[in-house]
């Protein structure tokens, strides 16, 4: 069976620190692969997906980039943490198929100070 | 632009009694439509999905929803609520290029 997995579980780093969050996924191969932002109150928001290795859309102008280096690996940077990008992050993925089902990691709760 | 709206943000239900949550959509096709559930700190669990077909889909945890082309709505029910789902519910929408839109969503809030 497939299973995702997101780390660390919670993270607390001060304003213009460096931020990495990696994701990675069991179980099958060439996986749609997403990263999203949820603030309180405010639903999802997604901020990179990709269809292969190398490949990634950004969905929102930020201060993040996102990375794949490998078929099942996603990873989501940021060389100078603000403020603003305190929230919980979660990464899914999706078999490659036009009524994709999301599958979700357990999320990284991200402070910064 | 695609768009699903769910204008509760918060609904307190007895325990035992009955719940409905309202999701509309906003999108031009037929719609891939679902309905996750997330507990306190944790991921997104798929509690349902409609594709196409009958319009009364079953999911888990004694959950329900019916899609309405002529509303624009995908309701989630269920008939007696346990304290355990207390959660914050999210619906989403299929866009097309394998990306979901969601509702800014749902908490469920179960009294005693």
């Known amino acids: 069976s497939q299973t995702i997995h997101q780390w660390p579980a919670t993270l607390v780093q001060p304003v213009g620190s460096p931020l990495s969050l990696e994701c990675t996924v069991e179980g099958t191969s060439n996986p749609n692969l997403y990263w999203y932002r949820q603030a309180a109150g405010r639903g999802l928001q997604l901020l990179f997906y990709?269809?292969?290795?190398?490949?990634i859309s950004s969905e929102v102008p930020q201060n993040l980039s996102a990375s794949r280096p490998q078929d099942r690996q996603f990873i989501l940077s940021s060389k100078k943490l603000l403020l603003s990008d305190s929230g919980f992050y979660l990464c899914?993925?999706?078999?490659?198929?036009?009524?994709?089902?999301?599958?979700f990691g357990a999320g990284t709760r991200l402070s910064v100070l | 632009a695609q768009s699903v709206t769910q204008p509760d943000i918060h609904i307190t239900v007895s325990e035992g009694a009955s719940l409905e949550l309202r999701c509309n959509y906003s999108y031009g096709a037929t719609p891939y439509l679902f309905w996750y559930v997330q507990s306190p700190g944790q991921g997104l669990q798929l509690l349902l999905k409609y594709f196409s077909g009958d319009t009364l889909v079953q999911g888990i945890k004694g959950f329900e929803a019916e899609f309405k082309r002529s509303q624009s709505s995908f309701n989630l029910r269920k008939p007696s609520v346990h304290w355990s789902d207390a959660a914050e519910y999210f619906c989403a929408v299929n866009t097309g290029f394998q990306k979901l839109v969601f509702g800014t969503g749902t908490r469920l809030l179960v009294s005693p």
């Open positions: 990709s269809v292969g290795i190398g490949q």
């Open positions: 899914a993925w999706s078999a490659r198929a036009v009524n994709n089902i999301q599958y």
